[in-house]
C-alpha cells in the first residue's frame, strides 16, 4: 500500500501537509526507512544539544523527540482501534500536556533512542499483522474520520516534519 493509495477523506486535512511529506514506497518500508533514518539522525547529535531550545518557550530537543515518541504511541493506538473495528469515537490529546510530564531533562540519549526503536518496532509489528481490510477500517478520532492505514503513514509524516524542524531550528 502506497500513500497514493489513500483518499483525502481518510484523514483530517489537519494531516494533509504530513501525508505529502511522505515517499512513495509502501507503508512498512516506509515506517522501516523512517526508523533508520531517525536513528542513524539521533546517534549523531551530541548530547548537550537534548537540552537547547532554540527560543525561549519552545521545546527542548529532547522534548520535541519525545513528543515525536509519545504521538506515535497515540497514532499507534487508534490504527489499533481502527483496524480492530472499534466504532467508538477516540478524544484526542493535548501534546503540551504531555511534554512536561515527559521528564525530557533527566533522559540520556541511549534511553531516549532506545524508547524510540522499541516503539517503531512495536508500529511496525502492527501495521504488518493488519490485513487489507483492516487497514481501509475507518474510525473517528478527534472528530474526524481516518482510516487505519492513513494513521500509519501519518505516523511517518509527523516524524518527517519534525525532523525537519529540528534541522532548520535546533542545528
Given at each position: 500500500?502506497l500513500?497514493?493509495?489513500?483518499s483525502?477523506s ?13 515517499g512513495?514506497n509502501?507503508?512498512?518500508t516506509?515506517?522501516g526507512?523512517g526508523?533508520?533514518e531517525f536513528?542513524?539522525?539521533?546517534e549523531?547529535i551530541?548530547k548537550?544539544?537534548?537540552s ?5 518557550g519552545?521545546?527542548?530537543l529532547?522534548?520535541?523527540?519525545l513528543?515525536?515518541i ?5 497514532f499507534?493506538?487508534?490504527a489499533?482501534?481502527?483496524?480492530r473495528?472499534?466504532?467508538?469515537a477516540l ?21 531516549i533512542i532506545?524508547e524510540?526503536?522499541t516503539?517503531?518496532e ?7 499483522s493488519f490485513?487489507?481490510e ?17 494513521m500509519g503513514?501519518i505516523i511517518?509524516?509527523h516524524?518527517a ?6 534541522r532548520?531550528?535546533?542545528?
Open positions: 500500500m500513500v497514493s493509495d489513500l483525502a481518510e484523514y483530517a486535512p489537519f494531516y494533509h501537509n504530513y501525508i505529502l511529506s511522505v512513495e509502501d507503508l512498512i516506509e515506517l526507512n526508523k533508520d536513528i542513524s539522525f539521533l549523531n551530541s548537550d544539544k537534548l537547547y531550545a532554540y527560543a525561549e519552545k521545546w527542548t529532547a522534548e520535541l523527540i513528543h515525536v509519545d504521538a506515535e504511541r497515540v499507534q493506538y487508534r489499533l482501534r481502527f483496524g473495528n472499534d466504532k467508538l478524544a484526542g490529546f493535548d501534546q503540551d500536556i504531555y511534554v512536561p510530564e515527559s521528564n525530557a531533562g533527566s533522559r540520556t540519549k541511549k534511553t532506545d524510540y526503536n516503539v517503531r512495536s508500529t511496525l509489528s502492527l501495521f504488518r490485513n487489507d483492516a487497514l481501509k477500517r475507518v474510525g473517528n478520532a478527534s472528530g474526524s474520520d481516518m482510516s487505519t492505514r492513513a503513514f511517518c509524516g516524524q516534519h519534525h525532523l525537519k524542524i529540528v532548520e531550528r535546533y542545528l
